[in-house]
């Protein structure tokens, strides 16, 4: 059974955007800021210095990045000048640089390469199909078995 409820007792009018809740939109809006400042604040930057360090936060008038080591850490304060002349520039008003020794998140690792399917694997699947019931799962393993490599000559003649 389901009851009524009253217009003015409803919340909403179904779904909403995720960015458009009012704490998480702030949220959003606060790191897509973050994240333009870290790239225009590290575009000043050497490149190999660029690559060893990131903007972190910006609180207050300080600015405050990320080092992966200690000798990364030095380099980019010896950058402070720069680096507050071009926050300046773009409109944060920062007056001091705060870094902080952090190790950078490794990559990504690549997708792994998918191993070919052999053949005997191919022969397991098409006889799992035969005994399934329901066609479409049955097309399912019949495709997956039709990827396989092709068969062995030694193989072939097993059933």
Do not use: C, Y
């Not at 702030?26 to 210095?49: C, I, S, V």
């Not at 052999?118 to 997956?144: G, N, V």
């Amino acid at each position: 059974m389901q009851r009524d409820v009253p217009a003015s007792h409803r919340t909403g009018h179904g779904l909403q955007s995720i960015a458009d809740v009012g704490p998480v939109a702030a949220l959003a809006q606060k790191a897509g800021k973050l994240e333009a400042l870290d790239r225009a604040l590290r575009q000043t930057l050497p490149p190999p210095l660029r690559e060893q360090v990131r903007f972190a936060n910006f609180r207050g008038d300080r600015l405050v990045f990320l080092a992966s080591s200690p000798a990364w850490a030095s380099r980019l304060r010896l950058q402070q000048a720069q680096i507050l002349a071009a926050a300046r520039a773009i409109g944060a008003n920062a007056s001091s640089v705060t870094v902080k020794v952090a190790p950078l998140p490794p990559p990504d690792p690549p997708p792994e390469q998918s191993k070919p399917l052999s053949a005997a694997a191919a022969l397991h699947l098409k006889a799992a199909a035969s005994s399934i019931h329901d066609p479409e799962l049955r097309a399912m393993f019949l495709e997956l078995a039709s990827i396989a490599e092709p068969a062995d000559s030694d193989l072939s003649a097993t059933p």
